[in-house]
């Protein structure tokens, strides 16, 4: 039996030190979320200021907000000098709130509704129900739909991941052959958006949850879409829109249990042309085991649903109760793969 290394903790680190690096690391994640709760990268955007000015711009108390700052500088998330004076540097800059790389939302997610679901991690190891649900009274969806600011800023977390995913997934697989491609759960269309910008012969359909698409649709509307993509709302467990050659859905599959996942395969079997094709991106784990972020990420879906990140064999598996068999699985420069399947 072999350990699994931490990518995390630095070579040769005693054990016990490597065990405490370990179970101290949310004192770096809740600073950064501080930070991005704040605003502060966006106040340093036109360039360094000193800590009394952050501190009036953020309401914060001065020293409070010193000691933040330094531990985060120390950490390569800003730049300071013996003044502390603050500016950004390329970590930081990624805590701006808008701009390609950006994951103000992310951390802000993460921080909030993940960060207590995760302090009942042990309720869900113990009971085998999403520590979410304990939490909240709920499972995640439903707490977003009745929680707008959570589900502005889930939502927009999710565009920005897409955004940088989107690239990864261009650059790895031809999506010129289709002429009507539909994403399915796209939230607010960064991947169908990219798609369709890349291949200007393309149609596409943007489907999600009706208050999802309504606050979508003004992105399709400009110039360099000319109208090639419709926003549509609905319930995927009950049917998806019709005559598409190609079903896209990223990050959707994971969310869900087998019985959730192969009802949402099956819609989308039902709904495409003859010779068409299931696309899912997901990250694909290792038969023998994930390397460390995978094996966190599929943690995280624990905690927050009953979802799972799956083995190419699982996929497998899901796709086939689904009446689809797996084509392909083409690797892309992300820790995602885009796994194509067509009719069985």
């Known amino acids: 039996m072999q350990a699994q290394s931490n990518l995390a903790i630095a070579e040769n680190v005693p054990p016990p030190m490597a065990v405490l690096?370990?179970?101290?690391?949310?004192?770096?994640?809740?600073?950064i979320y501080v930070a991005a709760r704040l605003g502060i990268a966006?106040?340093?955007?036109?360039?360094?200021?000193t800590c009394l000015e952050l501190a009036e711009a953020t309401a914060a108390h001065p020293d409070s907000l010193r000691r933040l700052m330094r531990a985060l500088a120390s950490l390569g998330v800003f730049a300071t000098d013996d003044q502390y004076t603050f500016g950004l540097t390329p970590?930081?800059?990624?805590?701006?709130?808008?701009?390609?790389?950006?994951?103000?939302?992310?951390?802000?997610?993460?921080g909030e509704e993940h960060y207590y679901a995760w302090g009942e991690l042990l309720h869900g190891i113990c009971s085998g129900d999403p520590a979410f649900n304990h939490v909240y009274g709920t499972d995640l969806f439903s707490y977003l739909e009745r929680t707008?600011?959570?589900?502005?800023?889930?939502?927009?977390?999710?565009?920005?991941?897409?955004?940088?995913?989107?690239?990864?997934?261009?650059?790895?697989?031809d999506f010129s052959r289709f002429s009507k491609i539909v994403e399915v759960g796209g939230g607010y269309g960064s991947l169908i958006k990219a798609i369709l910008m890349a291949n200007p012969t393309v149609t596409g359909v943007l489907f999600d949850?009706?208050?999802?698409?309504?606050?979508?649709?003004?992105?399709?509307?400009g110039p360099e879409l000319d109208g090639r993509c419709q926003a549509i709302g609905g319930n995927f467990f009950d049917s998806v829109p019709e005559g598409g050659d190609a079903y896209i859905l990223k990050n959707?599959?994971?969310?869900?249990?087998?019985?959730?996942?192969?009802?949402?395969?099956?819609?989308?079997?039902?709904?495409?042309?003859?010779?068409?094709?299931v696309l899912l991106v997901?990250?694909?784990?290792?038969?023998?085991?994930?390397?460390?972020?995978?094996?966190?990420?599929?943690?995280?879906m624990l905690v927050i649903s009953k979802g799972r990140e799956r083995t190419e064999s699982e996929y497998g598996q899901l796709l086939d109760a689904a009446g689809l068999k797996i084509t392909k699985i083409v690797p892309t420069l992300s820790p995602y793969s885009l796994i194509e399947a067509v009719r069985a």
Request: contains cysteine; neutral net charge; charged residues 15%.
């Open 21 to 31: 690096q370990m179970a101290t690391g949310y004192w770096i994640s809740r600073a």
């Open 42 to 49: 966006d106040l340093l955007k036109d360039g360094p200021m």
């Open 91 to 110: 970590i930081g800059t990624s805590l701006q709130s808008t701009g390609l790389g950006s994951m103000r939302s992310m951390v802000i997610t993460l």
């Open 148 to 173: 707008p600011a959570a589900r502005i800023t889930f939502n927009e977390a999710m565009a920005d991941a897409t955004s940088l995913i989107s690239i990864a997934v261009l650059g790895s697989y």
């Open 209 to 221: 949850r009706p208050q999802i698409v309504q606050g979508a649709g003004a992105s399709f509307s």
């Open 252 to 277: 959707v599959i994971h969310d869900w249990d087998d019985n959730h996942s192969v009802a949402i395969l099956r819609n989308c079997r039902r709904a495409m042309v003859e010779k068409g094709k």
């Open 282 to 300: 997901e990250m694909v784990m290792p038969q023998t085991g994930g390397a460390s972020f995978q094996s966190l990420m599929d943690l995280n």
